[in-house]
T-cell receptor, first 112, second 109 residues
Framework: KAGVTQTPRYLIKTRGQQVTLSCSPI?????VSWYQQTPGQGLQFLFE???????NKGNFPGRFSGRQFSNSRSEMNVSTLELGDSALYLC???????????FGQGTRLTVV | GQNIDQPTEMTATEGAIVQINCTYQ??????LFWYQQHAGEAPTFLSY????GLEEKGRFSSFLSRSKGYSYLLLKELQMKDSASYLC??????????FGKGTRLSVIA
């Protein structure tokens, strides 16, 4: 079956702009988690959605938001982009939190 | 909060055995995961430990001691393709995984 799909793979944006990233989980998976990965900080948890509800949220400013649709696809949005938002954004899907998480290839965001 | 520590970098020789350690300080521990991540690729699942002891899966094994807040990933018969980052992640209660910063392993001939 198809894996986790993230689009786009690469993105270049200017400071102050906003961006929307998309994640399609594995069919049947209802939990989608988002992580930011940078060389200095590793993977940092952003938020997790389950059945269209945000269940958990990491320590990121309100500029970072997300949502999940009824088909379990998820989007995350970053408004008023800053240079420090440049990172690899990874999406992970799982049947639920107590099962293995599968990662997508990520979206590489560069803010200039 | 949670604190997860693992070495930043390690180097080992092809054919050898390497042990990557991970220590954690959490409350409400509910499992430890190891992931492998090649440069530019997504992390892929290697192992899961929730009870004390050793889990073996082919060339890879993972050990957990909950009382010591300690885990290790053991890689045997190292191959060049094992050069990657290895991520230790802890689940606390019913929350998503908290990751360490990863250990970059270089396998040399």
């Amino acid at each position: 079956k198809a894996g986790v799909t993230q689009t786009p793979r690469y993105l270049i944006k200017t400071r102050g702009q906003q961006v929307t990233l998309s994640c399609s989980p594995i069919s049947g998976h209802r939990s989608v988690s988002w992580y930011q990965q940078t060389p200095g900080q590793g993977l940092q948890f952003l938020f997790e959605y389950f059945s269209e509800t945000q269940r958990n949220k990491g320590n990121f400013p309100g500029r970072f938001s997300g949502r999940q649709f009824s088909n379990s696809r998820s989007e995350m949005n970053v408004s008023t982009l800053e240079l420090g938002d440049s990172a690899l954004y990874l999406c992970a899907s799982s049947a639920d939190l107590d099962t293995e998480a599968f990662f997508g290839q990520g979206t590489r965001l560069t803010v200039v | 909060g949670q604190n997860i520590d693992q070495p930043t970098e390690m180097t080992a020789t092809e054919g050898a055995i390497v042990q990557i350690n991970c220590t954690y300080q959490t409350s409400g521990f509910n499992g430890l995961f190891w992931y492998q991540q090649h440069a530019g690729e997504a992390p892929t699942f290697l192992s899961y430990n929730v009870l004390d002891g050793l889990e073996e899966k082919g060339r890879f094994s993972s050990f957990l001691s909950r009382s010591k807040g300690y885990s290790y990933l053991l890689l045997k018969e190292l191959q060049m393709k094992d050069s990657a980052s290895y991520l230790c992640a802890v689940r606390v209660g019913n929350t998503p995984l908290v990751f360490g910063k990863g250990t970059r392993l270089s396998v040399i001939a």
